[in-house]
């Protein structure tokens, strides 16, 4: 348990430290392209959002964060300009289908990606392709005769998008890089015109803050006609309303995600460290010493000093009787020569010794004192007895 509390003191204090130091250090730019227009990063669209009335004066604009088909379809959306600025978008046949009766209605859509899916690509036979240039900008220009003298640049590969291909009979070009690639498309569809930019980042908040990419982005959309509704796309960008979840918030935030990452990880090293077996300490206990001798030498130290001879000779010839009931199986309440006989032949001792201890026997019995030598005597026959015996 002790070492349980320890590890979550230093795991905290980490913790802790780490969320400081993230607190208190400059923070770096965002780069991630998120096109979201709530996001004021480098690579969101929250600035083009804010102006777009001033691009499509007497508009209204709405945001919307719905698929295509559910837009029009289920929200009932008949008449206004749709705007759809992502990193890429793929609509499916159905989307594509609403999509283009929408426009064939007499309503233009502007969609600005890096991608636009297997559908797009084949109704429109149109593929994107990028052009990169690690150290400059790749400059960009308008087809129209009254815009073709101006020229575009945006660095952070912001207008190196372009398409690679396009039916010329179903596309009017718009737009074209410094290599001659198109990257600005314009698709008649009935009533209505679909326009196709290979650049989104042109319409960025870092693009924007450029006067290239302010005049761009106002002239890029100017195609478009200015209707009373304008519908302004986020589901490609943020997904449906309300799919936001707090793990989304956690991961968005490079600081809030690196926390969860070091609180996961720790979290998940002490479950590790828990599943060991965990088991008291077993204490060392050292064998027990044999005192058999130092005993035999207090309890002879004791009876040395009392004396009382008599006393040992009484234990000693207690033990030996009952080491001759226990071995031999004979009764030794009488000393005769039946007894004598017995024990001499089962124990293979002299019956002259055996003579000799029962008669030494008998006597301590009766006598009132025993002397050293009667003591020493009768240990002496009596180990005797156990050396001869068998």
């Given amino acids: 348990m002790k070492d349980l509390k320890i590890y979550i003191i230093i795991a905290s204090a980490l913790l802790v430290v780490y969320l400081l130091a993230q607190y208190n250090k400059p923070k770096a730019t965002d780069w991630t392209e998120t096109y979201s227009n709530t996001d004021k990063i480098p690579f969101g669209t929250y600035i083009i959002y804010n102006q777009l009335k001033d691009i499509f004066p007497g508009s209204a604009v709405k945001t919307f964060r719905e698929p295509v088909y559910n837009l029009i379809n289920d929200d009932q959306v008949q008449n206004g300009t749709y705007i759809i600025i992502c990193n890429d978008i793929d609509l499916n046949k159905y989307d594509y289908k609403k999509l283009e009766g929408y426009i064939k209605n007499g309503n233009d859509v502007f969609i600005a990606a890096n991608s636009f899916g297997e559908e797009l690509r084949k109704q429109l036979h149109i593929t994107a392709s990028f052009d990169f240039r690690p150290r400059s900008a790749i400059r960009v220009s308008f087809l129209s005769k009254d815009l073709r003298d101006r020229q575009y640049d945006v660095d952070k590969e912001s207008s190196g998008g372009y398409f690679g291909g396009f039916d010329t009979s179903k596309a009017i070009a718009l737009g074209k890089n410094e290599f001659g690639h198109y990257n600005y498309l314009k698709f008649p569809m009935g009533k209505g015109n679909l326009y196709l930019n290979a650049n989104p980042k042109m319409f960025t908040n870092y693009s924007i803050l450029q006067d290239m990419g302010a005049d761009y982005a106002s002239i890029a959309l100017s195609y478009l006609k200015t209707d009373k509704n304008l519908w302004w796309d986020e589901y490609y960008t943020q997904g449906?309303?309300?799919?936001?979840?707090?793990?989304?918030?956690?991961?968005?935030?490079?600081?809030?995600?690196?926390?969860?990452?070091i609180s996961f990880f720790s979290l998940l090293a002490f479950v590790l460290y828990e599943m060991k077996r965990r088991q008291r300490i077993i204490p060392i206990i050292p064998p027990l010493n044999n005192s058999t001798v130092e005993f035999a030498?207090?309890?002879?130290?004791?009876y040395y000093e009392q004396r009382d001879n008599g006393n040992i000779?009484?234990?000693?010839?207690?033990?030996?009787?009952?080491?001759?009931?226990?071995?031999?199986n004979i009764r030794t309440n009488v000393f005769d020569q039946e007894f004598i006989l017995l024990l001499s032949q089962k124990s293979g001792a002299d019956k002259v010794l055996i003579t000799k201890l029962t008669d030494q026997i008998t006597h301590i019995r009766n006598a009132k004192q025993v002397s050293d030598s009667q003591l020493i005597d009768?240990?002496?026959?009596?180990?005797?007895?156990?050396?001869k015996s068998s």
């Fill in 378 to 387: 009768l240990n002496q026959n009596i180990e005797q007895f156990y050396t």
């Fill in 240 to 261: 449906r309303e309300g799919s936001g979840s707090t793990m989304r918030v956690f991961l968005n935030n490079y600081q809030l995600r690196w926390a969860f990452y």
């Fill in 313 to 328: 000779a009484q234990k000693k010839i207690n033990y030996f009787l009952e080491h001759i009931r226990a071995t031999y």
């Fill in 297 to 302: 030498v207090v309890v002879g130290q004791v």
